[in-house]
């Protein structure tokens, strides 16, 4: 799973794994109210408004290491923090450096920065765009709901900022992708931030993170969460926001988020599929064919991407960085054992294993498999625990697109592996209906007339 083992490269089985490497740990420049990371710095024992940085003779080692524990024809390197930029280019110039050192002949090396974009200027453009990097870039919409949450040490918002950046990034023709946070604004005007991401930002690719938190997401890890205390699905202290919530009150509720993918889905399915590429959506169309969703968080099992702190603690995942997770350390045990170690395959499996009752029953558990577990934390109405906090959410996306989506794929001439509308359970009951044989062309645009 971590290490996919398949066909051969080089006379050898393929080995593939993936690891966001935090050189700078969790220290930022900025200040974002709902960054899950900031907090890491007291939980990991760090020493107060500061992340060791990871030096010189480890980021070798590091570096050396991961292609060796790798055996496929492209290694991809993902850099993220806290803020990696903070590290200054002459750090990306070595890793770069490094990188050529250890390139076994055959191989190409790739690179991922995620950067809230602030300290990216002319001289850092040239170099991510000299050496390939992939940028993700932070960016909240328009400036009234990015500024509100992403804000520096001063509380002022850094929207004008990130815009310098956009305009450089689209200079230099740097590679890129938005990464926008679905909060308690940005969820209610979904519109408005779809459009400015593509019609302002011109973002090239977009992709969406809900923003889930409990107020005591900074000490406390996922899953070890008391059984009996969590609110069952529909209870009020879900709500953000409302008296006596167990959750931030900038977090976005499960309605609003099936509120927000609905709108922008249908705008982008009217008039932009094919010119304005939405992470999600991208990845559910391969889902209704009957593929692998691309996205972890929507995936069968977790456990695909290790993270790694600047001291070399390595944890089961991004979001698990706490010391339960831990499960290994760069300088004493191996990057591949550590990714196929037991812990970690068992981390991988629970994903699929602790699926409640009501995702087994699900009609889109195909697409979701209760995504990610770091938000089950309520019970559903039966009482069972462990339901996603965002399953209304999802569950109402995926009904409302079920169709659409079906039709889209119609449309591209690809059967319809799964949903309610799949080529499979349309023939069951077109043939129920008529007892002659279907025709291809009767599942067309007129026959379910699907509307975008
Ligand atoms: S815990 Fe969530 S983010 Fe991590 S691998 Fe699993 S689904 Fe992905
Ligand atoms: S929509 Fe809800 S019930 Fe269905 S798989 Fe997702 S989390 Fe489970």
Not at 48 to 56: E, H, L, Y
Not at 285 to 307: D, H, Q, V, Y
Request: a neutral charge; charged letters at 20%.
């Amino acid at each position: 799973m971590l290490l996919t083992q398949g066909p051969q490269f080089n006379g050898h089985p393929s080995k593939r794994m993936h690891v966001m490497a935090k050189p700078i740990g969790a220290a930022c420049n900025i200040d974002c109210n709902y960054c899950y990371y900031l907090s890491k710095q007291d939980l990991l024992q760090y020493k107060k408004g500061c992340s060791p940085q990871m030096s010189d003779d480890d980021l070798e080692l590091y570096i050396k290491h991961y292609i060796e524990a790798q055996n496929t024809p492209e290694i991809i390197f993902s850099w993220q923090g806290g803020e990696p930029t903070l590290l200054g280019l002459a750090y990306f110039e070595k890793i770069v450096e490094l990188q050529k050192k250890y390139q076994p002949q055959g191989v190409s090396i790739a690179n991922d920065l995620q950067t809230n974009g602030t300290l990216l200027n002319a001289k850092w453009c040239q170099f991510l765009k000299e050496n390939n990097f992939l940028v993700g870039l932070s960016i909240d919409g328009p400036a009234m709901y990015h500024d509100a949450y992403r804000t520096n040490r001063a509380g002022r918002g850094t929207h004008k900022q990130v815009m310098e950046a956009v305009k450089l990034l689209h200079e230099y023709e740097v590679r890129f992708a938005t990464l926008t946070c679905i909060n308690n604004l940005t969820s209610r005007n979904p519109l408005e931030v779809y459009r400015f991401l593509r019609d302002e930002v011109k973002s090239p690719q977009m992709q969406f993170i809900p923003i889930v938190e409990q107020k005591t997401f900074r000490d406390t890890a996922p899953q070890t969460w008391a059984a009996n205390e969590q609110p069952r699905q529909g209870d009020k202290r879900l709500i953000p926001g409302a008296k006596n919530s167990v959750m931030e009150s900038w977090c976005v509720s499960d309605e609003a988020w099936g509120n927000f993918l609905i709108a922008v889905f249908d705008e982008w399915a009217t008039h932009d599929i094919g010119t304005v590429f939405v992470q999600y959506f991208e990845a559910f169309i391969e889902t209704w064919m009957g593929r692998k969703n691309p996205l972890c968080t929507l995936s069968e099992f977790c456990g695909k991407g290790l993270a790694m702190e600047p001291n070399g603690d390595v944890f089961a995942c991004d979001h698990y960085v706490y010391p339960e997770y831990k499960i290994g350390n760069l300088h004493t045990d191996n990057l591949d054992e550590m990714a196929f170690s037991s812990q970690q395959q068992r981390f991988g499996f629970s994903k699929t294993r602790n699926l409640t009752e009501q995702c087994k029953q699900c009609d889109y558990q195909f697409a979701c498999f209760g995504e990610c577990p770091k938000n089950r934390f309520i019970r559903t109405r039966q009482g069972e625990p462990g339901l996603n906090y965002l399953c209304a959410g999802w569950h109402k996306f995926y009904k409302h697109a079920d169709r659409s989506l079906a039709h889209i794929l119609r449309v591209m001439g690809y059967p319809v592996a799964h949903g309610k509308y799949s080529d499979s359970v349309m023939r069951q009951a077109m043939a129920l209906q008529q007892p002659k044989p279907v025709k291809n062309d009767m599942f067309n645009k007129n026959v379910f007339g699907a509307k975008f």
